[in-house]
């Protein structure tokens, strides 16, 4: 399995920026996928962004399209989500989440995930 912790998360004004980190560690020679999920409080977890280990391609939401920048360290075994031009409505709880074997598209179902980091919370305030 692949330990995944997520780091980064805070509280911003509107406008503002963070990034996110998520460290893996154990069999990440066997990921296929890095995913990053939210879920805001009393809603349910959301997509937000994915990357293929293989070639780096990507997939994002479109409430995060043009906004977020999902990448990856291969020598840290990390992935960042670059959050910009951040909204109250990003408020939320995020996860990184790792897909691991091979796979026929980049997944966006939480799902079709296998390893799952705490989450860290980030606050956009108005």
């Known amino acids: 399995q692949v330990q995944l912790v997520e780091s980064g998360g805070g509280l911003v004004q509107a406008g503002g920026s963070l990034t996110l980190s998520c460290a893996a560690s154990g069999r990440t020679f066997s990921t296929y996928a890095m995913g990053w999920f939210r879920q805001a409080p009393g809603k349910e977890r959301e997509f937000v962004a994915a990357?293929?280990?293989?070639?780096?391609?990507?997939y994002y939401a479109d409430s995060v399209k043009g906004r977020f920048t999902i990448s990856r360290d291969n020598a840290k075994n990390t992935v960042y989500l670059q959050m910009n031009s951040l909204k109250p409505e990003d408020t939320a709880v995020y996860y990184c989440a790792a897909k691991l074997g091979g796979y026929y598209r980049l997944p966006r179902r939480d799902s079709e995930y296998d390893s799952w980091g705490q989450g860290t919370q980030v606050t956009v305030s108005s």
């Open positions: 990357l293929r280990w293989s070639d780096d391609s990507t």
